[in-house]
């Protein structure tokens, strides 16, 4: 009798029912989905870490050289060139700007020239310092061209027209031309200074400065 008790005991002790199995399954199951979740999360939280570090790392601004301190502006000054006449032209000769009035310029030296028709043109080396500078250049006139000298028509002389002359010319054409061109010798001979040539005054048989005698005849 005592001996069934016993073992009505240990069976309602170590010998479990349907329900108490099943709690016991479903409390398996709960720890089995607890671990694989656990491990679950901790993948994620390293997943957020791994992409939050490539965010930023994208994000980061990326380190760039210094930039080089900026050059501090040049001072100029203005240059102001008064020109008489007003109406000359003015250039700076050693720059490539165009010169105007109040042109601002660095210091230093500058070539200057002044121009304008009728008057010489001057050039100029300035020093420009640290200030303003107006500077006046009085042109020279220069002088009037000389007047064109016209030469007066100069007309060729008549060319001297021959004449024909007789082998003795008589007393009167020698009498004639003895002031011109044939030479009285006063020896009884003429000479024609044209063509060099000498003849006697009078004709054979006459004589003196009349030549008064007959001249011979010869047969």
Same mark, same amino acid.
């Given at each position: 009798?005592?001996?069934?008790? $016993?073992?009505?005991?240990?069976?309602?002790?170590?010998?479990?029912?349907?329900? $108490?199995?099943?709690?016991?399954?479903?409390?398996?199951?709960?720890?089995?989905?607890?671990? &694989?979740?656990?491990?679950?999360?901790?993948?994620?939280?390293?997943?957020?870490?791994?992409?939050?570090?490539?965010?930023?790392?994208?994000?980061?601004?990326?380190?760039?050289?210094?930039?080089?301190?900026?050059?501090?502006?040049?001072?100029?000054?203005?240059?102001?060139?008064?020109?008489?006449?007003?109406? #000359?032209?003015?250039?700076?000769?050693?720059?490539?700007?165009?010169?105007?009035?109040?042109?601002?310029?660095?210091?230093?030296?500058?070539?200057?020239?002044?121009? #304008?028709?009728?008057?010489?043109?001057?050039?100029?080396?300035?020093?420009?310092?640290?200030?303003?500078?107006?500077?006046?250049?009085?042109?020279?006139?220069?002088?009037?061209?000389?007047?064109?000298?016209? #030469?007066?028509? &100069?007309?060729?002389?008549?060319?001297?027209?021959?004449?024909?002359?007789?082998?003795?010319?008589?007393?009167?054409?020698?009498?004639? $031309?003895? /002031?011109? $061109?044939?030479?009285?010798?006063?020896?009884?001979?003429?000479?024609?200074?044209?063509?060099?040539?000498?003849?006697?005054?009078?004709?054979?048989?006459?004589?003196?400065?009349?030549?008064?005698?007959?001249? /011979?005849?010869?047969?």
């Amino acid at each position: 009798m005592q001996a069934m008790k $016993r073992r009505k005991i240990f069976m309602q002790n170590f010998v479990p029912n349907s329900h $108490r199995v099943l709690s016991l399954f479903l409390l398996g199951l709960l720890v089995c989905s607890a671990s &694989v979740n656990a491990k679950t999360i901790e993948e994620m939280e390293a997943d957020a870490i791994k992409q939050k570090q490539e965010q930023d790392a994208l994000t980061k601004p990326k380190k760039t050289a210094p930039e080089p301190p900026k050059p501090k502006p040049i001072q100029t000054y203005a240059l102001t060139v008064k020109t008489e006449p007003t109406n #000359a032209t003015v250039s700076i000769r050693n720059i490539q700007p165009k010169y105007r009035d109040g042109i601002q310029l660095e210091p230093g030296k500058y070539h200057i020239r002044v121009s #304008a028709s009728g008057y010489q043109t001057q050039d100029k080396w300035i020093e420009l310092g640290k200030a303003n500078r107006t500077m006046t250049v009085a042109l020279n006139k220069l002088p009037p061209p000389p007047e064109p000298v016209v #030469a007066a028509p &100069v007309t060729p002389a008549p060319a001297p027209v021959a004449q024909p002359q007789p082998a003795y010319p008589s007393v009167t054409t020698a009498q004639n $031309r003895i /002031a011109g $061109r044939y030479i009285d010798h006063g020896n009884g001979t003429i000479t024609d200074s044209q063509t060099r040539l000498m003849w006697k005054k009078c004709s054979e048989g006459q004589s003196g400065n009349a030549c008064s005698s007959e001249a /011979a005849t010869y047969k």
